[in-house]
């Protein structure tokens, strides 16, 4: 069964000092690894899409990374503002294109 | 260009009371997917629909639960006979194919 696992639950950091979300999952033939920002109140924003080992992929403070087992979202010198919920899904082989969400980080940035 | 259009934004009913919610896809984008986020949990699949076609109906529940995405119009997930289990964010997203999906701001379902 497809899943996936994100760490840590929540992250507490200070203004300027950078860290990385996990994200391991297991799926029967990965056709891609999406990571959102989902503020409160509101629907997930897209971030970035991964397809394959390797891949990386930037986004001003945020770059995400992709293994066969896990990806990891990298913030460096965050800021307040990148303070929400950050969700990793998995999209596998087969003729749905469905997402299997993990239940998020939730990243708190103090000034 | 407008996103993924989604009302109501909230949504109170009583137990045993249908609920209707509408999801309008982004412009140009063909395929329709419902999610479910229950409070301290993920966002769970529920139904991916095509114009005038059902094609994974695998989350969602066997009962009081069913989506259309009719030619004209906007998709609507609408559960019938709500019960308190039913409260939720239902979140809806778009795409063209197999490529991101885009979400819209959800709708918030509180059963009393």
């Known amino acids: ?111 | 260009n407008a996103g993924v259009m989604q009302n109501p934004r909230h949504l109170v009913r009583r137990r045993g009371q249908e609920a209707r919610l509408r999801c309008s896809p982004m412009k140009g984008h063909s395929h329709v997917y419902w999610y479910r986020q229950l409070p301290e949990e993920g966002l769970k699949f529920m139904v991916y629909l095509q114009k005038e076609n059902i094609i994974d109906e695998s989350g969602m529940p066997k009962e009081r639960f069913s989506a259309e995405f009719p030619k004209e119009g906007p998709s609507i997930l609408r559960i019938q006979q709500v019960v308190r289990g039913d409260s939720a964010a239902y979140f809806c997203a778009s795409t063209r194919g197999a490529n991101e999906q885009f979400f819209g701001p959800g709708t918030r379902l509180t059963v009393l």
Not at chain 1, 15 to 41: A, I, M
């Open chain 1, 1 to 111: 069964e497809d899943q996936v696992t994100q760490s840590p639950e929540a992250l507490r950091l200070q203004e300027g000092e950078s860290s990385s979300l996990n994200c391991s999952y297991t799926v029967s033939g990965l056709r891609g690894l999406f990571w959102y920002r989902q503020d409160p109140g509101k629907g997930p924003e897209f971030l970035f899409t991964l397809y394959s080992a390797g891949e990386e992929k930037e986004k001003e403070r945020l770059k995400a990374t992709l293994t066969k087992k896990e990806s990891f979202l990298h913030i460096t010198a965050p800021k307040p503002e990148d303070s929400a919920t950050y969700l990793c899904a998995v999209q596998g082989s087969g003729a749905t294109n469905k997402l299997i969400f993990g239940t998020g980080t939730l990243l708190a940035v103090q000034p």
